[in-house]
Protein backbone atom coordinates (compact mmCIF):
# COMPACT_ATOMS: atom_id res chain seq x y z
CA UNK A 1 0.00 0.00 0.00
CA UNK A 2 2.76 2.16 0.75
CA UNK A 3 4.52 1.13 -2.92
CA UNK A 4 3.96 3.80 -6.12
CA UNK A 5 0.89 4.19 -7.78
CA UNK A 6 -0.82 1.56 -9.52
CA UNK A 7 -4.37 0.65 -11.30
CA UNK A 8 -5.86 -2.35 -11.47
CA UNK A 9 -8.74 -2.99 -13.81
CA UNK A 10 -12.07 -5.10 -12.99
CA UNK A 11 -14.26 -5.37 -15.65
CA UNK A 12 -17.65 -6.64 -15.17
CA UNK A 13 -20.44 -6.75 -17.38
CA UNK A 14 -21.11 -3.06 -18.95
CA UNK A 15 -19.31 -1.68 -15.74
CA UNK A 16 -15.37 -1.11 -15.56
CA UNK A 17 -13.93 -0.75 -12.38
CA UNK A 18 -10.52 0.75 -11.65
CA UNK A 19 -8.79 -0.41 -8.34
CA UNK A 20 -6.30 2.72 -7.45
CA UNK A 21 -3.50 2.03 -5.31
CA UNK A 22 0.22 3.03 -3.65
CA UNK A 23 0.92 6.42 -3.24
CA UNK A 24 -0.44 9.05 -5.57
CA UNK A 25 1.81 12.24 -4.51
CA UNK A 26 3.72 14.65 -6.41
CA UNK A 27 6.79 13.06 -6.04
CA UNK A 28 5.26 10.35 -8.17
CA UNK A 29 3.84 12.69 -10.78
CA UNK A 30 4.89 11.13 -13.86
CA UNK A 31 3.68 7.74 -13.14
CA UNK A 32 0.57 9.40 -12.04
CA UNK A 33 -0.02 10.99 -15.19
CA UNK A 34 0.44 7.97 -16.91
CA UNK A 35 -1.49 5.94 -14.84
CA UNK A 36 -4.52 8.60 -15.44
CA UNK A 37 -3.70 8.79 -19.88
CA UNK A 38 -3.63 4.31 -19.67
CA UNK A 39 -7.50 4.49 -17.14
CA UNK A 40 -8.82 6.51 -20.02
CA UNK A 41 -7.91 4.46 -22.68
CA UNK A 42 -8.53 1.23 -21.01
CA UNK A 43 -12.12 2.60 -20.17
CA UNK A 44 -12.61 4.26 -23.86
CA UNK A 45 -15.72 2.42 -25.46
CA UNK A 46 -17.21 0.99 -21.96
CA UNK A 47 -20.16 1.60 -19.91
CA UNK A 48 -20.35 3.50 -16.84
CA UNK A 49 -16.89 3.61 -15.00
CA UNK A 50 -16.18 3.44 -11.00
CA UNK A 51 -12.90 4.70 -9.72
CA UNK A 52 -12.05 3.03 -6.20
CA UNK A 53 -9.33 4.67 -4.28
CA UNK A 54 -9.95 2.65 -0.67
CA UNK A 55 -6.56 0.92 -1.89
CA UNK A 56 -4.74 4.57 -1.93
CA UNK A 57 -2.09 4.43 0.83
CA UNK A 58 -1.52 8.39 0.21
CA UNK A 59 -3.03 10.89 -1.70
CA UNK A 60 -2.05 14.57 -1.92
CA UNK A 61 -3.24 17.62 -3.98
CA UNK A 62 -1.74 16.79 -7.12
CA UNK A 63 -3.00 12.88 -7.14
CA UNK A 64 -6.64 14.25 -6.17
CA UNK A 65 -6.43 16.66 -8.82
CA UNK A 66 -5.30 14.31 -11.44
CA UNK A 67 -8.31 12.12 -10.53
CA UNK A 68 -10.91 14.49 -9.91
CA UNK A 69 -9.64 15.55 -13.48
CA UNK A 70 -9.68 12.03 -15.06
CA UNK A 71 -13.62 11.82 -13.64
CA UNK A 72 -15.09 14.94 -15.81
CA UNK A 73 -12.66 13.72 -18.96
CA UNK A 74 -14.56 10.57 -18.44
CA UNK A 75 -17.97 12.21 -18.26
CA UNK A 76 -16.91 14.40 -21.29
CA UNK A 77 -16.80 11.49 -23.32
CA UNK A 78 -20.77 10.20 -22.07
CA UNK A 79 -19.29 7.83 -19.70
CA UNK A 80 -20.71 8.48 -15.69
CA UNK A 81 -17.55 7.99 -13.52
CA UNK A 82 -17.90 7.80 -9.45
CA UNK A 83 -15.54 7.48 -6.45
CA UNK A 84 -16.20 4.27 -4.27
CA UNK A 85 -14.71 3.37 -1.49
CA UNK A 86 -12.98 6.92 -0.49
CA UNK A 87 -11.79 7.39 2.90
CA UNK A 88 -13.04 10.51 4.61
CA UNK A 89 -9.86 12.47 4.40
CA UNK A 90 -9.66 11.48 1.21
CA UNK A 91 -13.00 12.50 -0.03
CA UNK A 92 -12.42 16.04 1.77
CA UNK A 93 -9.84 16.49 -0.61
CA UNK A 94 -11.38 15.44 -3.53
CA UNK A 95 -14.30 17.52 -2.84
CA UNK A 96 -11.76 20.59 -2.03
CA UNK A 97 -10.02 19.84 -5.14
CA UNK A 98 -13.04 20.29 -7.30
CA UNK A 99 -11.23 20.17 -10.95
CA UNK A 100 -12.86 22.30 -12.93
CA UNK A 101 -11.30 23.33 -16.98
CA UNK A 102 -9.65 26.75 -17.82
CA UNK A 103 -11.14 27.35 -20.86
CA UNK A 104 -10.59 30.65 -22.65
CA UNK A 105 -14.35 32.34 -23.19
CA UNK A 106 -15.12 33.38 -26.54
CA UNK A 107 -15.14 36.60 -27.68
CA UNK A 108 -17.84 37.61 -29.88
CA UNK A 109 -15.75 38.87 -33.47
CA UNK A 110 -16.57 42.56 -34.06
CA UNK A 111 -15.99 44.99 -37.17
CA UNK A 112 -12.78 46.23 -36.92
CA UNK A 113 -14.94 49.84 -37.64
CA UNK A 114 -17.13 48.68 -34.76
CA UNK A 115 -14.06 48.62 -32.40
CA UNK A 116 -12.65 51.94 -33.89
CA UNK A 117 -15.69 53.76 -32.97
CA UNK A 118 -15.98 51.88 -29.45
CA UNK A 119 -11.79 53.38 -29.08
CA UNK A 120 -13.45 56.56 -30.34
CA UNK A 121 -16.78 57.00 -28.26
CA UNK A 122 -14.73 55.75 -24.68
CA UNK A 123 -11.94 58.12 -25.92
CA UNK A 124 -14.44 60.89 -26.05
CA UNK A 125 -16.36 60.31 -22.54
CA UNK A 126 -12.36 60.41 -21.20
CA UNK A 127 -12.03 64.11 -22.70
CA UNK A 128 -14.87 64.98 -21.06
CA UNK A 129 -14.91 63.79 -17.70
CA UNK A 130 -11.10 65.56 -18.04
CA UNK A 131 -12.29 68.36 -18.97
CA UNK A 132 -15.34 68.48 -15.71
CA UNK A 133 -12.14 67.81 -13.31
CA UNK A 134 -9.89 70.69 -14.42
CA UNK A 135 -13.30 73.08 -14.33
CA UNK A 136 -13.78 71.62 -10.51
CA UNK A 137 -9.95 72.09 -10.03
CA UNK A 138 -9.82 75.65 -11.18
CA UNK A 139 -12.76 76.29 -9.01
CA UNK A 140 -10.81 75.37 -6.22
CA UNK A 141 -7.04 76.70 -6.96
CA UNK A 142 -9.62 80.76 -7.56
CA UNK A 143 -11.30 79.82 -4.26
CA UNK A 144 -8.09 79.17 -2.42
CA UNK A 145 -6.54 82.31 -4.03
CA UNK A 146 -9.64 84.33 -2.70
CA UNK A 147 -8.22 82.89 0.70
CA UNK A 148 -5.39 84.08 0.31
CA UNK A 149 -5.97 87.62 -0.69
CA UNK A 150 -8.46 88.45 2.12
CA UNK A 151 -5.81 86.58 4.67
CA UNK A 152 -2.32 86.66 3.12
CA UNK A 153 -0.76 85.54 6.25
CA UNK A 154 -1.48 82.60 4.77
CA UNK A 155 0.45 82.83 1.81
CA UNK A 156 4.08 80.75 1.51
CA UNK A 157 6.14 83.86 -0.07
CA UNK A 158 9.07 81.84 0.19
CA UNK A 159 7.52 78.83 -1.96
CA UNK A 160 6.24 81.34 -4.63
CA UNK A 161 10.25 82.93 -4.60
CA UNK A 162 11.04 79.61 -4.33
CA UNK A 163 9.10 78.52 -7.65
CA UNK A 164 10.04 81.48 -9.23
CA UNK A 165 13.60 80.40 -9.29
CA UNK A 166 13.37 77.39 -10.68
CA UNK A 167 11.29 78.40 -13.19
CA UNK A 168 11.92 81.55 -14.45
CA UNK A 169 16.00 82.41 -13.90
CA UNK A 170 17.21 78.72 -14.16
CA UNK A 171 14.76 78.58 -17.54
CA UNK A 172 16.84 81.44 -18.80
CA UNK A 173 19.60 79.28 -20.45
CA UNK A 174 17.91 76.80 -22.32
CA UNK A 175 14.90 79.14 -23.55
CA UNK A 176 17.55 81.70 -24.90
CA UNK A 177 19.15 79.06 -26.38
CA UNK A 178 16.18 77.43 -28.42
CA UNK A 179 14.82 80.92 -29.12
CA UNK A 180 17.89 82.42 -30.38
CA UNK A 181 18.60 78.73 -32.87
CA UNK A 182 14.79 78.91 -33.95
CA UNK A 183 15.12 82.75 -34.91
CA UNK A 184 17.94 82.12 -36.30
CA UNK A 185 16.50 78.56 -38.58
CA UNK A 186 13.12 80.58 -39.64
CA UNK A 187 15.15 83.74 -40.86
CA UNK A 188 17.49 81.56 -43.13
CA UNK A 189 14.45 79.33 -44.23
CA UNK A 190 12.65 82.83 -45.31
CA UNK A 191 15.93 84.10 -47.10
CA UNK A 192 16.12 80.96 -49.01
CA UNK A 193 12.52 81.21 -49.95
CA UNK A 194 12.23 85.14 -50.30
CA UNK A 195 15.39 85.18 -52.24
CA UNK A 196 13.97 83.31 -55.71
CA UNK A 197 11.89 86.40 -55.85
CA UNK A 198 14.05 89.20 -55.07
CA UNK A 199 12.64 89.92 -51.80
CA UNK A 200 15.18 89.45 -49.10
CA UNK A 201 14.55 92.33 -46.93
CA UNK A 202 10.90 91.00 -46.52
CA UNK A 203 12.54 88.32 -43.87
CA UNK A 204 12.97 91.25 -41.78
CA UNK A 205 8.80 90.96 -41.59
CA UNK A 206 8.48 87.50 -41.58
CA UNK A 207 10.90 87.17 -37.97
CA UNK A 208 9.38 90.00 -36.06
CA UNK A 209 5.93 89.22 -36.70
CA UNK A 210 5.83 85.36 -36.74
CA UNK A 211 8.23 85.59 -33.45
CA UNK A 212 6.41 88.08 -31.75
CA UNK A 213 2.70 86.66 -32.15
CA UNK A 214 3.23 83.23 -31.97
CA UNK A 215 6.79 81.20 -31.99
CA UNK A 216 8.40 82.72 -28.99
CA UNK A 217 5.02 82.39 -26.58
CA UNK A 218 4.16 78.99 -28.07
CA UNK A 219 7.87 77.63 -27.74
CA UNK A 220 8.27 79.34 -24.41
CA UNK A 221 5.23 77.13 -23.44
CA UNK A 222 6.02 74.22 -24.39
CA UNK A 223 9.36 74.44 -22.81
CA UNK A 224 8.48 75.29 -19.49
CA UNK A 225 5.41 72.62 -19.56
CA UNK A 226 7.91 69.72 -20.53
CA UNK A 227 10.66 70.81 -18.06
CA UNK A 228 9.00 72.70 -14.61
CA UNK A 229 4.61 71.13 -15.70
CA UNK A 230 6.84 67.60 -15.67
CA UNK A 231 8.10 68.20 -12.34
CA UNK A 232 5.24 69.82 -10.68
CA UNK A 233 3.36 66.22 -11.63
CA UNK A 234 6.12 64.55 -10.05
CA UNK A 235 7.31 66.07 -6.94
CA UNK A 236 3.51 66.25 -5.96
CA UNK A 237 2.74 63.05 -7.57
CA UNK A 238 5.88 61.63 -4.93
CA UNK A 239 4.05 63.49 -2.03
CA UNK A 240 1.08 62.02 -2.81
CA UNK A 241 2.80 58.46 -2.72
CA UNK A 242 4.48 59.21 0.74
CA UNK A 243 1.03 60.53 1.76
CA UNK A 244 2.34 63.70 2.77
CA UNK A 245 -0.86 65.21 0.92
CA UNK A 246 -2.71 63.68 3.71
CA UNK A 247 -0.45 64.48 6.45
CA UNK A 248 -1.43 68.17 5.33
CA UNK A 249 -5.18 68.06 5.82
CA UNK A 250 -4.16 65.96 9.06
CA UNK A 251 -2.39 68.93 9.91
CA UNK A 252 -5.29 71.53 8.93
CA UNK A 253 -3.61 73.22 6.05
CA UNK A 254 -5.39 73.11 2.56
CA UNK A 255 -3.16 70.72 -0.55
CA UNK A 256 -4.25 73.33 -2.66
CA UNK A 257 -2.74 76.35 -0.70
CA UNK A 258 0.46 75.18 0.18
CA UNK A 259 1.56 73.38 -2.94
CA UNK A 260 -0.91 74.62 -5.60
CA UNK A 261 -1.17 77.86 -5.37
CA UNK A 262 2.83 79.39 -5.29
CA UNK A 263 3.16 77.07 -8.28
CA UNK A 264 0.47 78.33 -10.35
CA UNK A 265 1.28 82.06 -9.70
CA UNK A 266 4.75 81.50 -10.09
CA UNK A 267 4.02 80.21 -13.21
CA UNK A 268 2.02 82.95 -14.51
CA UNK A 269 4.61 85.27 -13.06
CA UNK A 270 7.42 83.65 -14.61
CA UNK A 271 6.39 82.58 -18.26
CA UNK A 272 5.78 86.15 -19.11
CA UNK A 273 9.27 87.27 -18.50
CA UNK A 274 10.45 84.45 -20.41
CA UNK A 275 8.73 84.98 -23.14
CA UNK A 276 9.98 88.22 -23.44
CA UNK A 277 13.49 86.45 -23.58
CA UNK A 278 11.96 84.22 -25.88
CA UNK A 279 11.43 87.22 -28.12
CA UNK A 280 14.56 88.78 -27.96
CA UNK A 281 16.49 86.20 -28.35
CA UNK A 282 14.88 84.88 -31.65
CA UNK A 283 15.00 88.39 -32.73
CA UNK A 284 18.95 88.42 -31.76
CA UNK A 285 19.17 85.39 -34.04
CA UNK A 286 17.30 86.30 -36.83
CA UNK A 287 19.40 89.44 -37.25
CA UNK A 288 22.49 87.53 -36.80
CA UNK A 289 21.66 85.33 -39.69
CA UNK A 290 19.99 87.81 -41.85
CA UNK A 291 23.30 90.21 -41.55
CA UNK A 292 25.58 87.01 -42.04
CA UNK A 293 23.62 85.01 -45.03
CA UNK A 294 21.12 87.64 -46.03
CA UNK A 295 23.60 90.39 -46.70
CA UNK A 296 20.91 93.02 -44.18
CA UNK A 297 22.97 95.09 -41.89
CA UNK A 298 21.54 95.85 -38.25
CA UNK A 299 20.71 99.07 -38.89
CA UNK A 300 18.43 97.95 -41.50
CA UNK A 301 17.15 95.52 -39.95
CA UNK A 302 16.22 97.73 -36.70
CA UNK A 303 14.48 100.34 -38.87
CA UNK A 304 12.62 97.83 -41.08
CA UNK A 305 11.45 95.67 -37.94
CA UNK A 306 10.40 98.81 -36.67
CA UNK A 307 8.28 99.61 -39.68
CA UNK A 308 6.72 95.91 -39.71
CA UNK A 309 5.66 95.67 -36.43
CA UNK A 310 3.24 97.44 -34.03
CA UNK A 311 2.65 97.62 -30.07
CA UNK A 312 0.02 95.50 -30.83
CA UNK A 313 1.85 92.70 -32.44
CA UNK A 314 4.01 92.53 -29.15
CA UNK A 315 1.40 92.99 -26.55
CA UNK A 316 -0.39 89.60 -28.64
CA UNK A 317 2.62 86.98 -27.51
CA UNK A 318 2.75 88.98 -24.62
CA UNK A 319 -1.11 88.55 -23.59
CA UNK A 320 -1.17 84.67 -23.81
CA UNK A 321 1.49 84.09 -22.00
CA UNK A 322 -0.47 84.12 -18.33
CA UNK A 323 -3.49 82.29 -20.07
CA UNK A 324 -1.49 79.69 -21.18
CA UNK A 325 0.61 79.52 -17.86
CA UNK A 326 -2.52 78.47 -15.99
CA UNK A 327 -3.49 75.69 -18.11
CA UNK A 328 -0.17 74.15 -17.65
CA UNK A 329 -0.10 74.39 -13.57
CA UNK A 330 -3.61 73.05 -13.61
CA UNK A 331 -2.95 70.35 -15.46
CA UNK A 332 0.58 69.58 -13.93
CA UNK A 333 -1.02 70.12 -10.39
CA UNK A 334 -4.04 67.88 -11.49
CA UNK A 335 -1.98 65.03 -12.84
CA UNK A 336 0.90 65.20 -9.51
CA UNK A 337 -2.60 64.63 -7.60
CA UNK A 338 -4.20 61.98 -9.26
CA UNK A 339 -0.70 59.79 -8.76
CA UNK A 340 -1.72 56.20 -7.09
CA UNK A 341 0.49 54.47 -4.83
CA UNK A 342 2.95 53.22 -7.22
CA UNK A 343 6.13 54.21 -9.23
CA UNK A 344 4.14 53.14 -12.43
CA UNK A 345 1.67 55.49 -12.01
CA UNK A 346 3.94 58.31 -11.32
CA UNK A 347 5.35 57.96 -14.66
CA UNK A 348 2.38 57.64 -16.39
CA UNK A 349 0.74 60.81 -14.95
CA UNK A 350 3.63 63.20 -15.90
CA UNK A 351 3.48 61.35 -19.05
CA UNK A 352 -0.24 62.53 -19.49
CA UNK A 353 0.99 66.02 -17.94
CA UNK A 354 3.62 67.16 -20.56
CA UNK A 355 1.19 65.68 -23.02
CA UNK A 356 -1.77 67.33 -22.26
CA UNK A 357 -0.11 70.13 -20.83
CA UNK A 358 1.52 70.61 -24.64
CA UNK A 359 -1.88 70.02 -26.48
CA UNK A 360 -4.03 72.73 -24.41
CA UNK A 361 -1.59 75.48 -25.00
CA UNK A 362 -1.70 74.88 -28.95
CA UNK A 363 -5.80 74.66 -28.37
CA UNK A 364 -5.13 78.03 -26.06
CA UNK A 365 -2.88 79.36 -28.94
CA UNK A 366 -5.37 78.46 -31.70
CA UNK A 367 -8.21 79.98 -29.65
CA UNK A 368 -6.74 83.40 -29.09
CA UNK A 369 -5.83 83.21 -33.14
CA UNK A 370 -9.30 83.00 -33.75
CA UNK A 371 -10.27 85.75 -31.29
CA UNK A 372 -7.87 88.51 -32.43
CA UNK A 373 -8.76 87.88 -36.11
CA UNK A 374 -12.54 88.17 -35.36
CA UNK A 375 -12.21 91.74 -33.16
CA UNK A 376 -9.98 92.59 -36.23
CA UNK A 377 -7.31 94.38 -33.83
Known sequence: MNSGPAIAVDERGGDMRFVVSGRWTAPHAAE?????????????????????????GRLDTLGAWVLDRTRHELGDRGQRADFVGARPEHQTLLDEIAYRG????????????????????????????????GVSFLGEVVAA????????????FPALVHQLEHIAFRGVPIIALISFLVGAIVAQQGIFQLQRFGATPFVVDLVGILILRELAVLL????????????????????????????????????????????????????????????MSALLGGGLVAWVYGGISPEIFLARLQGAIVLSTFLVGLIKAPFMALVIG?????????????????????????????????????????FFAAIDY
Open 32 to 56: VERLAAMLLEEARGGGSVRIDISEI
Open 102 to 133: FQEPSRAKNLHIVDFLVDVGRTVVEVGKDFVR
Open 145 to 156: LVVVLFNPRRFR
Open 220 to 279: TSIMIAGRSGSAFTAEIGSMKMREEVDALRVMGLDPVQVLIVPRVLALIIGLPLLTFLSM
Open 330 to 370: LIASLEGLAVQGSAESLGRQVTSSVVKSIFMVIVVDGLFAM
